[in-house]
């Protein structure tokens, strides 16, 4: 008889509209708890000319092409 009631006990402790129902503690992670700054080291490049790199290896996505692949140039 007790293992009946059981189940139906835990579905009333878990019921979302008893208001006297337990809850779990929430946890909270910070994805920036172990991020450490490190400083920019030496001097910026020119942008436009690193604006122009990127523009001649494909964007972001032709940072992802494998380096015997070669850069594709601009078609006009």
């Given at each position: 008889?007790?293992?009946?009631?059981?189940?139906?006990?835990?579905?009333?402790?878990?019921?979302?509209?008893?208001?006297?129902?337990?809850?779990?503690?929430?946890?909270?992670?910070?994805?920036?708890?172990?991020?450490?700054?490190?400083?920019?080291?030496?001097?910026?490049?020119?942008?436009r000319?690193?604006?122009?790199?990127?523009?001649?290896?494909?964007?972001?996505?032709?940072?992802?092409?494998?380096?015997?692949?070669?850069?594709?140039?601009?078609?006009?």
């Amino acid at each position: 008889m007790l293992l009946q009631a059981a189940p139906a006990l835990a579905d009333t402790l878990r019921d979302p509209t008893n208001p006297d129902a337990p809850v779990s503690r929430a946890h909270y992670h910070s994805v920036m708890s172990g991020y450490q700054f490190e400083p920019i080291r030496g001097k910026p490049g020119n942008w436009r000319e690193l604006n122009d790199r990127m523009e001649q290896i494909g964007g972001p996505l032709g940072q992802l092409r494998d380096l015997s692949e070669p850069i594709q140039k601009k078609k006009k």
